[in-house]
């Protein structure tokens, strides 16, 4: 029988009493969609802070080739063996497996899951007006294979031999070869953690599009859609089939590794250092495994990025007081990106000697898909046009992302043409690129989303004076880092260089017309390092204020605290177990600040038209 | 707190949550697939000593007789799940133990024909045909034992919910059999 309405709202208001879950069901096996988005953020920032860890080590390396690292040193040589780390020095393997494992957390660990499903748990249910995700149990499987996908990654620097060292990129014969001493390896181990960290993702892929086709409350047309729910819609798709091809190729470079197949080993391939060919059946390709993974990679680098500019256009509209300049605009070009994301992959590939005719292809595909990127950027600028801005933490940062992600993308055409990328590739002008999409481009995005949304979850504001040393000190030292690392490209810095490059200035013979690292790139390299500490420091207000700010942050006085219109700031704060504790019906689109004629300078979504 | 169309389809799509769940697992299972049958194809054309024939070493009447073993459990499945929809349950728990029957039959026929590669010394390593014979019907291997446990659930302490909640084990059925 099914039970009245009114019958179903004193149920529901009763809930909250009947419903007493214990510590373990509430925070730890949660099927609440904004506890497993929490979850996934703190995991996600402490993989982000781990990651980031790794790499300022690796700082010192390339500063100071060959010094004992101060402080750590010791500590590491303990921890990780005599093999890893000798009298404090940092060994090229240990350089190495920090490389690879730096990016494979950043991407896999840190930014997919803060971005896509810490941010996508938390607010897309709450801005299609949902009571939570369509499979709750589903969504909890999704943050434990993530979880022990991460712990099994972790694990992997206290095995014998180490970590993955191949980088994240993880290139076979490479990576089949680079430590046969050991079995499992930390290749191995990269392999089991992807596995799990792909199913991961494909659990949260199905449910956020089902939840966005099937939980959208009454009203909630497509085209009311805030642009936020829409990044997240086409990110989950990107996940959904771009990953199983390299869980694919995952297991078959498994098979390479334990069971001794030739998926990816030519015919005649030696052993490490060696002549003498490896007993391997052979017949392998190399260049599948590139396609395999670029196949993924390239739509992943959307992955970083569009929830990001969901998050900036959300804060924009809200800070500027005035609609988005262009929503369907940014909706159709969404949409192109993520379609095209799938055929420009071998744009990563074109110093493998492909033919010219297929990279005049890829090159072309590539040129057009920076076309919607391009007017994504062109909306939220004339957005900003005419409006009365208010410069509040999240604003400054997702002002930040917008000439910082440019500068990313622009720098990228260059690479995309394949005659100048035969020089750039693999130099440090490539690191420069896409860091300046992920570091001052996404984490901008995700910090302006958490002084954001903060105080949607815990009912209290981050401090602002703190906020803006954090934003400020961070802009600062972004730029140090990554602007000095174009230049040492292209004046021929290569990446993964153990020694920062040391061993190439030794190449310079102007008689032989060979010319090496030039000097000044290693008094860079120096520069270089210190912003990155800095940057570290830089941290520090955010860590405290994030903490502190939760239990001493000054308290909201509204639900909406913003006065911003969609529908996630119609819930109480926090929003309880299912959420709206009202029904929700959509009557407007997403953006409608300083509309004529209407009261206030918002309008939430929810508001009827007056007769 | 209900979570709505977890049973009845939603107006406007046609569908309950779970159809479309499924359908877009499908979805990446065909670029999972994809991906690695278009890997056999590429490494069969760029191999200058590819195994035809004789040299193959397969037992035609034995993969012949496992393709239909699959083919007859499919059948068996949508026959459970209509005859859960015909209201008939005795049906459904004959058909449906039919279906795992027959998912055990394929294993067992699978297993023979392991061994028999065993023995004449065809392992992974041993060539790249090898390599993807044993790659691809290992993965299928696991897919059909998922299918059985799933099925079992089904089949036994799963199916309490048929008095429950008819409607819902129906759709779960019709997922599991999509599967
Ligand atoms: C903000 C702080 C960061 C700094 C200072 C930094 C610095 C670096 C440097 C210097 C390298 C080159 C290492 C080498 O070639 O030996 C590198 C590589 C890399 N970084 Fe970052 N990074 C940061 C954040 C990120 C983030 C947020 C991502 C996430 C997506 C990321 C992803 C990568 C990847 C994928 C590589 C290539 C690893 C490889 O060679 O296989 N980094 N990073
Ligand atoms: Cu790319």
């Known amino acids: 029988m099914q039970p009245t309405t009114e019958e179903t709202q004193q149920h529901a208001a009763h809930g909250a009493h009947h419903e007493e879950l214990g510590f373990w069901r509430k925070y730890i096996f949660s099927t609440d969609h904004k506890v497993i988005g929490i979850q996934y953020g703190l995991t996600g920032l402490l993989f982000l802070f781990f990651g980031f860890c790794l790499m300022m080590l690796m700082r010192w390396q390339i500063a100071y080739p060959g010094k004992p690292m101060p402080v750590v040193g010791e500590f590491l040589q303990k921890l990780l063996g005599d093999e890893m780390v000798n009298k404090g020095v940092m060994l090229p393997d240990l350089y190495n497996a920090f490389g690879a494992m730096h990016g494979t957390i950043m991407v896999f660990l840190a930014i997919v899951p803060v971005a896509f499903a810490a941010f996508g748990n938390f607010v897309v249910?709450?801005?299609?007006?949902?009571?939570?995700?369509?499979?709750?149990?589903?969504n909890m499987a999704s943050y434990q294979a993530y979880f022990l996908g991460g712990v099994v990654m972790f694990f992997s620097f206290f095995i014998p031999g180490g970590a993955a060292k191949s980088g994240w990129t993880s290139y076979s014969p490479l990576a089949t070869l680079a430590d046969m001493g050991h079995h499992p390896n930390g290749q191995t181990f990269w392999i089991l953690g992807m596995v799990l960290l792909i199913t991961s993702s494909l659990l949260g892929?199905?449910?956020?599009?089902?939840?966005?086709?099937?939980l959208r409350a009454k009203g909630m047309t497509w085209m009311r859609l805030p642009f936020f729910v829409w990044a997240q819609f086409v990110t989950a798709f990107l996940l959904l089939l771009a990953f199983p091809p390299l869980e694919a190729a995952a297991i078959l470079q498994l098979m390479d590794n334990v069971a001794g197949t030739s998926f990816f080993l030519p015919t005649g391939l030696a052993a490490p250092g060696t002549t003498t060919p490896l007993p391997i059946s052979g017949g392998g390709s190399p260049l599948l495994w590139q396609h395999l993974f670029w196949f993924l990679?390239?739509?992943e680098v959307y992955v970083l990025i569009?929830?990001?500019?969901?998050?900036v256009c959300e804060i924009i509209a809200n800070n500027t007081r005035k609609p988005i300049w262009g929503y369907k605009s940014l909706v159709y070009s969404v949409l192109c990106i993520g379609f095209l994301s799938f055929i420009v992959w071998a744009h990563h590939?074109?110093?493998t000697g492909m033919g010219t005719k297929i990279a005049t292809f890829f090159q072309t595909t590539t040129m057009i898909i920076s076309i919607p990127s391009v007017i994504i950027l062109t909306c939220f600028f004339i957005s900003l046009w005419g409006g009365s801005i208010r410069f509040t933490v999240p604003m400054l940062f997702a002002l930040a992302f917008l000439p910082m992600f440019g500068i990313g993308g622009l720098t990228g055409l260059p690479l995309g043409f394949n005659f100048t990328d035969l020089h750039l590739h693999d130099t440090y002008y490539v690191i420069a690129h896409f860091h300046y999409v992920v570091a001052p481009g996404t984490i901008f995005g995700l910090f302006a989303g958490i002084y954001y949304w903060y105080p949607k979850a815990t009912g209290r504001l981050m401090n602002e004076f703190w906020g803006k040393v954090h934003f400020w000190t961070s802009l600062i030292f972004m730029n140090l880092i990554f602007q000095p690392m174009f230049a040492q490209g292209m004046a021929g810095l290569g990446r993964r260089m153990y020694d920062g490059g040391v061993t190439y200035a030794g190449a310079d013979d102007p008689a032989a017309g060979l010319v090496g690292v030039p000097q000044w790139v290693f008094g860079m390299n120096r520069h270089i390092s210190w912003a990155a500490w800095c940057l570290g420091l830089a941290q520090i207000p955010f860590i405290i204020n994030f903490f502190l700010s939760m239990k001493k942050g000054k308290k909201v006085t509204s639900d909406n605290p913003w006065g911003a219109t969609t529908?996630?700031?119609?819930?109480?704060t926090p929003p309880p177990h299912g959420n709206f504790d009202k029904p929700i019906e959509v009557h407007r689109g997403p953006y409608e600040y300083s509309v004529p004629g209407h009261d206030g300078d918002f309008t939430p979504q929810t508001e009827p038209d007056k007769r | 707190m209900d979570i709505p169309y977890v049973v009845q389809p939603r107006e406007d799509t046609g569908l309950f949550n779970a159809k479309v769940g499924i359908w877009l697992f499908l979805a990446s299972e065909v670029m999972l697939f994809g991906a690695l049958f278009s890997s056999y194809i590429l490494l069969r054309v760029g191999s200058m000593n590819w195994l035809y024939g004789?040299?193959?070493?397969?037992?035609?009447?034995?993969?012949t007789a496992n393709t239909a073993v699959l083919i007859t459990s499919s059948i068996t499945m949508v026959m459970a799940w209509a005859s859960l929809k015909l209201n008939e349950f005795g049906k459904f728990k004959a058909y449906m133990g039919a279906t795992i029957l027959l998912g055990l039959v394929f294993m067992v026929i699978k297993a023979f024909e392991y061994n028999a590669k065993f023995h004449h010394g065809h392992f992974p390593a041993s060539h790249t045909f090898y390599a993807i014979y044993f790659t691809l019907t290992g993965l299928h291997a696991l897919h059909v034992l998922g299918g059985m446990v799933v099925n079992s659930f089904y089949w036994g302490p799963g199916s309490k919910m048929?008095?429950?909640?008819?409607?819902?084990?129906?759709?779960?059925?019709?997922?599991?059999?999509?599967?």
């Open chain 1, 306 to 311: 569009l929830p990001a500019m969901g998050i």
């Open chain 1, 349 to 351: 590939m074109y110093l």
């Open chain 1, 125 to 138: 249910p709450l801005q299609i007006g949902a009571p939570d995700m369509a499979f709750p149990r589903v």
């Open chain 2, 162 to 179: 048929w008095k429950t909640d008819p409607v819902r084990f129906t759709n779960r059925v019709e997922i599991g059999g999509l599967f």
């Open chain 1, 205 to 214: 892929a199905v449910n956020f599009i089902a939840t966005i086709i099937q």
């Open chain 1, 297 to 299: 990679g390239h739509p």
């Open chain 1, 567 to 572: 529908l996630e700031w119609q819930t109480p």
């Open chain 2, 54 to 63: 004789e040299a193959k070493d397969l037992n035609v009447w034995l993969g």
